[in-house]
């Protein structure tokens, strides 16, 4: 299980740097600090109440898994994460 946990530590330091990467070949003006590489999202703009609501509670998002509000990967909306076990308990 170590083995793994230190395996995904250097796949997320890789996804990081080539985001990074990604952003500075860009001219400054075009720069989002936000994307994908692969099919990995990131967003390293400061984060504001909105973008994590968002990603962590918003009923207008039919996703349970959301890109972050800030960083590399994926949130879990848990709005509908609770509408759907709700809706199976029913």
Do not use: H
């Amino acid at each position: 299980m170590e083995r793994i946990s230190k395996m995904m530590r250097w796949v997320m330091l890789g996804v990081a740097i080539a985001a990074v990467a990604q952003q500075l070949r860009r001219p400054a003006e075009e720069r989002t600090w936000q994307g994908r590489v692969a099919f990995v999202p990131y967003d390293f703009r400061l984060p504001t109440l909105e973008r994590i609501r968002q990603a962590w509670w918003n009923p207008d998002d039919e996703r349970i898994i959301t890109p972050r509000a800030f960083g590399i990967g994926w949130a879990i909306n848990l709005y509908q994460l609770r509408r759907r076990l709700l809706m199976e308990a029913a």
